[in-house]
């Protein structure tokens, strides 16, 4: 006889519900029944979830101690879980160098350098790649899709429209830095290429990209330069390049120092001699300080701690400081330390004054310490259907 999979409920009602439940649920879904196992890891309730854009909110971090795999945070669920392991030879070294963006529901990972996990393993040159890895939040799995025209590694990367940007950076054939553009349509992959765009009027080696006002700004990552204190933007209107003054206060070795939030606010983080969070005067243009990053207490040291190669990141309301590093200085003085790596996750409403933080559930597993990579992925629709919602405390309190 056929069994239902919530009892009282018809089928595609009960599928409604348990797609409703954000991803971080799914491991208790799968201990609920095995029918109910069977149905998560399905490609049916990928497709259905993909249909009806269950995606749920994802925050993405890539951390030096994690092995090369990604894990994931679940805002609504308050956990992290590991991503499936990147297969190939991808999974036997060292990513870094890398761009990672979240566009159409994807995240991508782009470009970047290779070395061994294994520090005794001595290789000549780094393996920089051209790849594109995607991971399908639905299916919850990892593919390759089509890959850029330019190998590079510590470029500029930004999403402008739903399309990827791409310029700047270094290979083993251009150690001094590249010109070259490029820009990557996901809904058009079927095409499997990457669009040449103009090349840069400078070429640029170490940068990083932000979207601001629809434009693809590059900035250089070579600190108190005065030649390279000139933000090169790009017009994807009238596809041509142009120089502006540099606006962006925020220290470039940071790769992750920008966000926008939902409502085109811009936020930065400043670590000059103190990690301060400013944001910008839409009307004057002006920076100005809204909070700073809160220190770090260790247990059994009293002193409070600066952190340092965390990640920034924003998801919905809020803004996240992720991971990183502190010095722990030994108390009797004798100039000695040891680096303990975080795998602290602290988060705040910029908009509430002063800035009130909090600590949310730390990273999983061996993941801490300095961030390679982190992006944030929204479902596109903030709010529920009242059957929806309905459903999901349903489906909520019959697994509590």
Request: neutral net charge.
């Given at each position: 006889m056929h069994q239902p999979v919530i009892p009282g409920l018809p089928d595609d009602l009960a599928l409604l519900c348990l797609a409703k439940v954000s991803h971080g649920y799914h491991g208790l879904l799968e201990s609920v029944c095995k029918s109910w196992r069977d149905m998560i890891r399905s490609a049916d309730y990928a497709h259905y979830r993909a249909k009806h854009g269950c995606c749920g909110d994802?925050?993405?971090?890539?951390?030096?101690?994690?092995?090369?795999?990604?894990?994931?945070?679940?805002?609504?669920?308050?956990?992290?879980?590991?991503?499936?392991?990147?297969?190939?030879?991808?999974?036997?070294?060292?990513?870094?160098?890398?761009?990672?963006?979240?566009?159409?529901?994807?995240?991508l990972v782009i470009g970047g350098s290779y070395a061994p996990l294994d520090s005794s393993v001595l290789i000549q040159r780094p393996v920089i790649t051209d790849n594109v890895l995607q991971f399908d939040p639905f299916k919850k799995q990892w593919t390759s899709v089509a890959r850029m025209r330019t190998p590079r590694s510590h470029f500029a990367c930004s999403v402008i429209s739903g399309k990827v940007y791409v310029a700047g950076g270094r290979n083993l054939s251009c150690t001094k830095g590249l010109a070259l553009a490029e820009v990557y349509d996901p809904l058009t992959d079927k095409n499997c290429r990457w669009e040449e765009l103009p090349p840069m009027r400078t070429p640029l080696m170490d940068c990083l990209g932000l979207s601001y006002k629809g434009k693809f700004h590059v900035l250089s990552d070579q600190v108190g330069l005065s030649e390279t204190n000139i933000t090169q933007v790009f017009n994807p209107s009238i596809n041509t390049w142009c120089t502006m003054d540099d606006i962006w206060p925020f220290s470039r070795a940071m790769q992750f120092a920008v966000q926008v939030m939902c409502d085109g606010r811009v936020y930065t983080v400043v670590d000059w001699g103190e990690s301060l969070i400013k944001t910008r005067d839409s009307e004057g243009g002006e920076w100005y300080t809204v909070g700073s990053v809160p220190s770090v207490i260790l247990t059994n040291h009293t002193r409070?701690?600066?952190?340092?190669?965390?990640?920034?990141?924003?998801?919905?309301?809020?803004?996240?400081?992720?991971?990183?590093?502190?010095?722990?200085?030994?108390?009797?003085?004798?100039?000695?330390?040891?680096?303990?790596?975080?795998?602290?996750?602290?988060?705040?409403?910029?908009?509430?004054?002063?800035?009130?933080?909090?600590?949310?559930?730390?990273?999983?597993?061996?993941?801490?310490?300095?961030?390679?990579?982190?992006?944030?992925?929204?479902?596109?629709?903030?709010?529920?259907?009242?059957?929806?919602?309905?459903?999901?405390?349903?489906?909520?309190?019959?697994?509590?």
């Open positions: 994802w925050l993405f971090v890539l951390t030096e101690q994690s092995n090369n795999q990604w894990v994931a945070f679940d805002p609504e669920a308050d956990r992290w879980h590991p991503l499936p392991k990147v297969s190939g030879d991808c999974s036997v070294r060292q990513h870094f160098g890398f761009s990672c963006v979240c566009v159409h529901n994807r995240l409070p701690l600066e952190a340092f190669s965390y990640g920034f990141a924003s998801l919905r309301d809020e803004l996240y400081i992720l991971g990183g590093k502190v010095l722990k200085w030994e108390e009797s003085g004798a100039g000695r330390f040891d680096i303990v790596r975080l795998d602290l996750v602290r988060v705040c409403n910029p908009v509430a004054r002063p800035l009130k933080w909090k600590e949310t559930r730390p990273m999983c597993g061996p993941a801490c310490g300095s961030i390679l990579g982190c992006a944030s992925l929204e479902e596109e629709s903030c709010s529920r259907s009242r059957q929806g919602t309905f459903c999901y405390f349903r489906v909520h309190h019959l697994l509590l």
